[in-house]
């Protein structure tokens, strides 16, 4: 099973990450700008695999750049306090 078929997994798997760039000493907007990526990688190039990600998926398909950045934050947001720490 993926991590992006269960949302509490995809959401574990990000905060993992998360947490790991900041031991890794990356900075708030580098992490923002990084996730900012993803956010555009899953939407070229990966299909939803649940109803969460296919919102995300809509919203970002219509944002403009910035609304995207801001999306990116947000989700960086959701996920600090998931995964292991």
Known sequence: MSVLDNWDQWKNF???R???GEHQGLSGSSV???AFEI?????????????????????????SDE????IASVMVKLVENNGSK
């Open 14 to 16: 990000l905060g993992d």
């Open 18 to 20: 998360l947490h790991q």
């Open 67 to 70: 609304e995207k950045h801001a």
């Open 39 to 63: 956010g555009d990688y899953l939407a070229n190039q990966v299909d939803p695999k649940n109803d969460q990600e296919r919102v995300l998926s809509d919203l970002w398909s219509v944002a």
């Open 32 to 34: 923002n700008d990084l």
